[in-house]
């Protein structure tokens, strides 16, 4: 999406609620409104991150006229409608400039195979998010930082390389003199996190670590900058530290486990000095996780029962079961078998409430499929690998397709689990379908799990398909 130089007058008019889109919701809830928005999505090849909060900033009027990406899924689930018919405000009527055709025309979707394109097209908001009554709030710092959060060339994200990813800090941003941040820094920073969060599951980490880096120096930044309401500052500082767990993941997934653990210790931090449970629960849940990987399991115990105690007030079943998953690794990881079941049927007892409006929207990652995936890494640990390889291929066949790199991973994890569990040849089939699926996903997580299973592989390469897949694995570029 271009961005613009020119300034506007602000409106200071308060939001108008959109009543037609309220209607359309009927009698359905946020959030179950918001899973037929995911879904209407998915059957054109989309990907929008709806949530609850979403469609309550549409009914309210906070966003008075959705992205490209967004006007594509509401104009498929109601046919014959124009975006005006559904309530929102032209789209001229909210860039605070003259429309232009280039950038006013929705851009043409086309089919892609490597489905890369669809949440980082013309994703960002930033014009429907401002804060009318914030002085401070004004369109050209929001777009200095739709610059620096969002953009950075090209509109497409290749598959092999994860091309430009919109992510570079802007050089002028930062030399910038200090301002008071406003409603519109705060949803920048909240649209960053999650458009890294939709790379990610597409694409693993390691080609985004690096870029994601300068995007969380402008947030602490921002931090820095202050703001005059208390709303906006918690808002700030929510993201912050979720954009700081976001990056840690990334540097976690691709090997970087000492960045992994500075980068969550920051958002703890956060969390802290904000008197925010809900990242605190978050920064020791993925710390937790950070503890089981690094081969520390009575830290990730500890870590899993500190983030439990934090998430307790929030009323969200859902994650206190993955909260209970990351505890059961930790006594995975200490042999402690019964220790481990107790988690487990905790993990599957809370999980089986279902979901609710409090479920945190980072958690979008856990359903069926990764409760699986996260049982089959406990038996594995425990050396049970008929177990592990049965909650495993559970996991793979559960997985949504978009959630590419969590395909990859559950698939890599079956591959060892039959590997080790002496059946090679299921191993080879499973491995070879990683090696597919590694043509999208950048992951060295993943490839040092298929690196694992290539070595237990490689007395068995008499074995039906084995000598191919360990042909293949050793064709495939290692990264220095």
Same mark, same amino acid.
């Given at each position: 999406? #271009? /961005?613009?130089?020119?300034?506007?007058?602000?409106?200071?008019?308060?939001?108008?609620?959109?009543?037609?889109?309220?209607?359309?919701?009927?009698?359905?809830?946020?959030?179950?409104?918001?899973?037929?928005?995911?879904?209407?999505?998915?059957?054109?090849?989309?990907?929008? /991150?709806?949530?609850?909060?979403?469609?309550?900033?549409?009914?309210?009027?906070?966003?008075?006229?959705?992205?490209?990406?967004?006007?594509?899924?509401?104009?498929?689930?109601?046919?014959?409608? @124009?975006?005006?018919?559904?309530?929102? =405000?032209?789209?001229?009527?909210?860039?605070?400039?003259?429309?232009?055709?280039?950038?006013?025309?929705?851009?043409?979707?086309?089919?892609?195979?490597?489905? @890369?394109?669809?949440? @980082?097209?013309?994703?960002?908001?930033?014009?429907?998010? %401002?804060?009318?009554?914030?002085?401070?709030?004004?369109?050209?710092?929001?777009?200095?930082?739709?610059?620096?959060?969002?953009?950075?060339?090209? =509109? @497409?994200?290749?598959?092999?390389?994860?091309?430009?990813?919109? &992510? =570079?800090?802007?050089?002028?941003?930062?030399?910038?003199?200090?301002?008071?941040?406003?409603?519109?820094?705060?949803?920048?920073?909240?649209?960053?996190?999650?458009?890294?969060?939709?790379?990610?599951?597409?694409?693993?980490?390691?080609? &985004?670590?690096?870029?994601?880096?300068?995007?969380?120096?402008?947030?602490?930044?921002?931090?820095?900058?202050?703001?005059?309401?208390?709303?906006?500052?918690?808002?700030?500082?929510? !993201?912050?530290? $979720?954009?700081?767990? /976001?990056?840690? *993941?990334?540097?976690?997934?691709?090997?970087?486990?000492?960045?992994?653990?500075?980068?969550?210790?920051?958002?703890?931090?956060?969390?802290?000095?904000?008197?925010?449970?809900?990242?605190? +629960?978050?920064?020791?849940?993925?710390? +937790?996780?950070?503890?089981?990987?690094?081969?520390?399991?009575?830290?990730?115990?500890?870590?899993?029962?500190?983030?439990?105690?934090? =998430?307790?007030?929030?009323?969200?079943?859902?994650?206190?079961?993955?909260?209970?998953?990351?505890?059961?690794?930790? *006594? +995975?990881?200490?042999?402690?078998?019964?220790?481990?079941?107790?988690?487990?049927?905790?993990?599957?007892?809370?999980? $089986?409430?279902?979901?609710?409006?409090?479920?945190?929207?980072?958690?979008?990652?856990? !359903?069926?499929?990764?409760?699986?995936?996260?049982?089959?890494?406990? *038996?594995?640990?425990?050396?049970?690998? %008929?177990?592990?390889?049965?909650?495993?291929?559970?996991?793979?066949?559960?997985?949504?397709?978009?959630?590419?790199?969590?395909?990859?991973?559950?698939?890599?994890?079956? +591959?060892?689990?039959?590997?080790?569990?002496?059946?090679?040849?299921?191993?080879?089939? #499973?491995?070879?379908?990683?090696?597919?699926?590694?043509?999208?996903?950048?992951?060295?997580?993943?490839?040092?799990?298929?690196?694992?299973?290539?070595?237990?592989?490689?007395?068995?390469?008499?074995?039906?398909?084995?000598?191919?897949?360990?042909?293949?694995?050793?064709?495939?570029?290692?990264?220095?």
């Amino acid at each position: 999406m #271009a /961005s613009s130089t020119v300034t506007s007058s602000p409106s200071h008019r308060p939001p108008r609620p959109n009543l037609v889109f309220r209607q359309l919701r009927g009698q359905r809830s946020p959030a179950e409104f918001a899973a037929a928005i995911r879904r209407a999505a998915r059957e054109i090849g989309e990907q929008v /991150s709806c949530d609850a909060r979403y469609i309550g900033r549409v009914e309210s009027g906070e966003i008075r006229c959705p992205n490209y990406a967004y006007e594509r899924v509401f104009l498929h689930m109601f046919p014959g409608r @124009t975006l005006t018919d559904l309530g929102f =405000a032209p789209r001229s009527s909210v860039r605070g400039r003259r429309a232009r055709d280039a950038d006013d025309t929705p851009p043409a979707h086309t089919a892609n195979p490597t489905n @890369t394109t669809s949440e @980082t097209t013309g994703a960002y908001e930033s014009y429907e998010t %401002r804060d009318p009554n914030d002085p401070h709030d004004n369109h050209e710092e929001s777009d200095v930082l739709r610059r620096a959060f969002m953009t950075g060339g090209g =509109a @497409t994200v290749a598959a092999a390389s994860l091309g430009p990813l919109g &992510l =570079a800090f802007d050089a002028a941003a930062a030399g910038r003199p200090a301002r008071r941040a406003g409603a519109s820094d705060a949803g920048a920073l909240e649209e960053t996190v999650r458009r890294i969060r939709v790379l990610d599951d597409r694409h693993g980490a390691d080609g &985004l670590y690096r870029r994601a880096a300068a995007p969380l120096r402008a947030a602490y930044a921002l931090l820095d900058a202050g703001t005059t309401r208390q709303t906006t500052a918690d808002r700030l500082y929510s !993201g912050a530290g $979720e954009l700081a767990i /976001s990056v840690g *993941w990334l540097a976690h997934d691709s090997g970087r486990f000492d960045d992994a653990r500075s980068h969550y210790a920051e958002a703890l931090a956060t969390a802290r000095m904000n008197g925010d449970a809900a990242l605190e +629960a978050h920064a020791f849940c993925n710390t +937790a996780f950070l503890a089981r990987d690094a081969g520390r399991p009575r830290e990730a115990v500890r870590a899993a029962q500190a983030a439990q105690r934090a =998430a307790r007030p929030l009323g969200s079943p859902r994650l206190m079961s993955l909260l209970a998953l990351r505890e059961a690794g930790g *006594w +995975a990881g200490l042999a402690d078998r019964v220790g481990c079941e107790q988690a487990l049927a905790r993990a599957h007892a809370l999980f $089986e409430r279902g979901p609710s409006d409090a479920d945190p929207e980072w958690m979008t990652f856990y !359903g069926e499929a990764e409760l699986e995936g996260l049982e089959a890494q406990c *038996w594995s640990t425990l050396g049970d690998w %008929r177990r592990a390889a049965r909650h495993a291929r559970r996991a793979a066949e559960l997985q949504d397709p978009h959630f590419t790199r969590n395909r990859a991973l559950y698939t890599a994890e079956l +591959a060892d689990d039959l590997a080790r569990g002496g059946r090679p040849d299921e191993a080879a089939a #499973a491995g070879m379908r990683v090696l597919d699926l590694l043509e999208e996903v950048q992951s060295s997580r993943i490839h040092r799990m298929l690196a694992g299973t290539a070595r237990v592989l490689l007395p068995h390469r008499r074995a039906s398909g084995v000598s191919a897949f360990l042909d293949r694995h050793a064709s495939v570029p290692r990264k220095a």
